[in-house]
């Protein structure tokens, strides 16, 4: 696995990472194949061609084009409280490194602790009902006072009130862009999207400058799940960009939920397609709470400073992690727990930085042994 320390380093990586029709799967093979860029600089083009790249993507590996890294290492510099986030990053969320294509960099801007909160999403029509704007409304605000950072897309209708609502009572969100953060989209959602980046924290996995393209925003949906335990969709119909969603969702072992609607209503057609194939029905907040258990605040109480108080399955899980790192899988199979549920137990560990996410596993901060004790 390369070894990624210095900001030349991140330079090199940016630069690599820009170069044209390079996925993701081929920059993890990439990484995964040279322990450092140094190696990797010193191969040659037979090499490369072994592990699958072409003759223009090779020569263009063995001397990288820096012109979009250094305009990245400028943006991030200009301040604004602007990250460039990688796979090398211990900043890189968890739920979405559980993903087969998860993106090799994030940019983001305003709060970064937001990418280590549990995240429900919550998507649905741009052009939505009355009702459908109320129920979002209402379900976002009840699950960000339960403890939930809702993420969605910024665009129009359920998104944009899903984000509002969060804000509205003092809570943080996430908004996931299909074009750079240079270029807010909808233009509309300027001063949304600045009140976001003050109170929650902006994303995108392109570069500052790229518009918004149309084949853009279906890509982005994968990270908006990715970032989540599981997916509301409030109203959608049978082609909207959040069944996208969902199936990414479905794909990415994440809950689905799905809130009915009226048999002849257009909006609603989404919903019940995704109902039918097993999404859990949801009324109220409770359904969704009832799911996904671990992500629910809990009141403060007086807890000795010098003692860290887990549950039981959490003792469990870091039980069974030992000095080499554990898998996702691993801890799955060991745990019997539903995906959504240990995502959201590992996130909650994570926070209390009672262990860590690495591309191998997770790791337990086994300095803090003696801090833990069983409630």
């Known amino acids: 696995m390369l070894h990624y ?6 330079k090199h990586y940016l630069a690599i990472c820009h170069i044209p029709q390079i996925g ?29 790249y072409s003759h223009a993507q090779a020569k ?5 084009d820096y012109t979009r890294a250094e305009a990245d290492l400028a ?13 090398f990053d211990p900043k890189y969320p968890a739920c979405l490194r559980q993903i087969d294509t998860a993106p090799p960099i994030l940019y983001a801007q305003g709060q970064i602790s937001c990418l280590s909160n549990i995240q429900m999403a919550i998507v649905g029509s741009r052009n ?26 910024l665009a129009l209708g359920i998104d944009a009130k899903a984000h509002q609502a969060a804000l509205a009572v003092s809570r943080p969100t996430v908004a996931v862009l299909g074009a750079g953060l240079n270029h807010i989209y909808p233009r509309s959602h300027q001063a949304l999207a600045q009140q976001i980046s003050e109170q929650g924290l902006l994303v ?6 790229t518009p918004p393209v149309a084949q853009n925003f279906p890509r982005r949906n994968r990270i908006i799940s990715g970032l989540s335990v599981g997916v509301l969709v409030v109203e959608a119909a049978l082609k909207s960009g959040s069944l996208i969603t969902a199936r990414y969702a479905l794909e990415q072992n994440r809950e689905v939920f799905a809130i009915p609607g009226a048999i002849h209503n257009p909006l609603a057609q989404g919903c019940h397609a995704l109902l039918r194939q097993g999404a859990k ?9 009832e799911e996904l258990p671990y992500a629910v605040n809990k009141p403060e109480g007086a807890v000795h400073t010098h003692r860290i108080q887990v549950s039981k399955i959490e003792q469990y899980v870091l039980d069974l992690m030992r000095h080499t790192p554990t898998s996702f899988d691993v801890l799955i199979e060991q745990t019997e727990l539903t995906a959504p549920a240990l995502m959201a137990l590992l996130s909650q560990l994570e926070v209390r930085g009672l262990i860590q996410a690495t591309p191998s596993g997770y790791i337990p901060f086994l300095e803090r042994a003696n801090e833990i004790q069983c409630a």
């Open 60 to 64: 263009a590996l063995l001397t990288p």
């Open 5 to 10: 320390q210095t900001q030349t380093d991140l």
């Open 75 to 87: 943006w991030r510099e200009a301040g604004g409280n602007r990250h460039i986030i990688t796979w």
């Open 24 to 52: 993701c799967k081929k920059l993890q093979t990439l990484f995964e194949a040279f322990g450092s860029f140094a190696e990797l600089f010193n191969s040659d083009a037979a090499t490369l061609h072994h592990l699958g």
């Open 128 to 153: 939505p009902s009355a009702s459908g704007l109320m129920n979002a409304q209402t379900l976002s605000t009840e699950l960000a006072q339960a403890g939930y950072t809702i993420t969605s897309g």
């Open 204 to 209: 995108s996995e392109f570069a500052v400058d």
């Open 281 to 289: 029905l949801v009324e109220t907040v409770t359904d969704i709470l």
